[in-house]
């Protein structure tokens, strides 16, 4: 099975400011089709995961360019450029080569 | 609108056993492959069960051999039959929607709201 390693656990963020989660896979997400399958979700509070990133980079509809994902491999990094309130909440990595994991999550707050 | 209700969570004694429903409205169900991830109180995300749109499925080793998961593509419904259920079973239970009706390797673009699972005497 494929482990997923996010760090930090927990992360409090000045308005403004920038943030950055890593996550870390036991195995490398890069398949043979030449696509790397590595999402990113944000579950805010009492509702249910929505879909940030997908394949590494790409932003998902309606996601906000303050939002981007990098990496290859086995790493990967999502930075949030300028994080705003309404970006609070847990978020997840999530490989999907092999079924699927999820990291086990980053709760960002804001300080 | 996609639109996707669970229902069927509860209380069951450990041994129990329960059937999770999730209506899906707004795409043609028949084309999607279709999960239940499940997470536990104050835990991360856990993914539970697949099936295709070929009907073939999928198991994590924590339910294999004690939850079955299938489709009613007439009904356009998912179901989840859990049994002998453990105390570690309690979660709420998210079905999803692949993205992608085509291929395999993908992402959930579309969640239900959850319906909570709670094993305990």
């Known amino acids: 099975d494929i482990v997923m390693t996010q760090t930090p656990i927990s992360l409090s963020v000045t308005p403004g400011q920038p943030a950055s989660i890593s996550c870390k896979s036991s195995?490398?997400?890069?398949?043979?089709?030449?696509?790397?399958?590595l999402y990113w979700y944000l579950q805010k509070a009492g509702q249910s995961p929505q879909l940030l990133i997908y394949?590494?980079?790409s932003r998902f509809s309606g996601v906000p360019d303050r939002f981007s994902g990098s990496g290859s491999g086995t790493d990967f990094t999502l930075k949030i450029s300028r994080v705003e309130a309404e970006d609070v909440g847990v978020y997840y990595c999530?490989?999907?080569?092999?079924?699927?994991?999820f990291g086990q999550g980053t709760k960002v707050e804001i300080k | 609108e996609v639109h996707l209700l669970e229902s069927g969570g509860g209380l069951v004694q450990p041994g129990g056993s329960l059937r999770l429903s999730c209506a899906a409205s707004?795409?043609?169900?028949?084309?999607?492959?279709m999960s239940w991830v499940r997470q536990a109180p104050g835990k991360g995300l856990e993914w539970v069960s697949a099936?295709?749109?070929?009907?073939?499925?999928y198991y994590a080793d924590s339910v294999k051999g004690r939850f079955i998961i299938s489709r009613d593509n007439s009904k356009n419904t998912l179901f989840l039959q859990m049994n002998s259920l453990r105390a570690e079973d309690t979660a709420v239970y998210y079905c999803?929607?692949?993205?992608?009706?085509?291929?395999?390797?993908?992402?959930?673009?579309?969640w239900g709201q959850g319906t909570m699972v709670t094993v305990s005497s």
């Open positions: 999803a929607k692949r993205w992608h009706s085509s291929g395999w390797f993908d992402a959930f673009d579309i």
């Open positions: 707004g795409f043609t169900f028949s084309s999607y492959a």
């Open positions: 099936v295709a749109s070929d009907d073939n499925t």
């Open positions: 195995q490398s997400l890069l398949h043979s089709d030449g696509k790397t399958y």
């Open positions: 394949e590494v980079s």
């Open positions: 999530m490989q999907a080569i092999h079924l699927w994991t």
